[in-house]
C-alpha cells in the first residue's frame, strides 16, 4: 500500500482542495491571515499522515506524526469557525467541511490507536 490509499490521506487530501477552492473568495485582507492559514493547517493534515506512513516502521515516530497531523486538522477546525463567524462560509458549507473535518479526526485516533495495522512495530529496547 501507498500513502495515498490511506481513507485518511485521501480525506484529508480532498478537504485541503474544498478549502483551497473556497478561500480563493475570501477577501483581499485576509491573505496573510485567515486564508493563508486554513490552507497551511489543512494541507499540513494530509502531508503529516504521509510522513507518518514513510515512518510507520518506528510506532513511536508513527504516533508522533500522526499526533501532529491530528493537531493540524483541530487548528483547521478552528480556521473554519472564523471563517463561519467571518461571514467567508454559510452555514450548510460549515456543516459539511465540518462534517469531513471530524471525520479524518477518527480516521487518524484510529491509525493512532492501531498502529500495527498500519504496518508500525513497536520498537524494544
Same mark, same amino acid.
Given at each position: +500500500?501507498?500513502?495515498?490509499? @490511506?481513507?485518511?490521506?485521501?480525506?484529508? *487530501?480532498? =478537504?485541503? +482542495?474544498?478549502?483551497?477552492e473556497l478561500s480563493k473568495s475570501y477577501p483581499?485582507? &485576509?491573505? $496573510?491571515?485567515?486564508?493563508?492559514? /486554513?490552507r497551511r493547517s489543512s494541507r499540513s493534515v494530509?502531508?503529516? /499522515?504521509?510522513?507518518? $506512513?514513510?515512518? #510507520? #516502521?518506528?510506532?513511536?515516530? *508513527?504516533?508522533?506524526? @500522526?499526533?501532529?497531523?491530528?493537531? &493540524?486538522? !483541530? &487548528?483547521?477546525?478552528?480556521? @473554519?469557525?472564523?471563517? !463561519?463567524?467571518?461571514?467567508? @462560509?454559510? &452555514? %450548510?458549507?460549515?456543516?459539511?467541511? =465540518?462534517?469531513?473535518?471530524?471525520?479524518?479526526?477518527?480516521?487518524?485516533? *484510529? +491509525? /493512532?490507536?492501531?498502529?500495527?495495522?498500519?504496518? %508500525?512495530?513497536?520498537? $524494544?529496547?
Amino acid at each position: +500500500m501507498k500513502f495515498d490509499e @490511506l481513507l485518511a490521506y485521501q480525506k484529508s *487530501f480532498d =478537504l485541503a +482542495m474544498k478549502i483551497f477552492e473556497l478561500s480563493k473568495s475570501y477577501p483581499r485582507e &485576509e491573505t $496573510y491571515s485567515l486564508t493563508d492559514q /486554513i490552507r497551511r493547517s489543512s494541507r499540513s493534515v494530509a502531508i503529516n /499522515i504521509a510522513e507518518a $506512513y514513510a515512518k #510507520r #516502521r518506528y510506532q513511536k515516530h *508513527f504516533i508522533s506524526k @500522526l499526533t501532529d497531523s491530528d493537531a &493540524e486538522n !483541530l &487548528e483547521t477546525h478552528g480556521w @473554519l469557525q472564523f471563517s !463561519l463567524a467571518c461571514g467567508y @462560509l454559510d &452555514e %450548510s458549507t460549515f456543516e459539511k467541511l =465540518l462534517s469531513q473535518n471530524v471525520e479524518i479526526g477518527k480516521l487518524i485516533h *484510529f +491509525m /493512532i490507536k492501531n498502529p500495527d495495522k498500519f504496518g %508500525s512495530k513497536k520498537e $524494544y529496547s
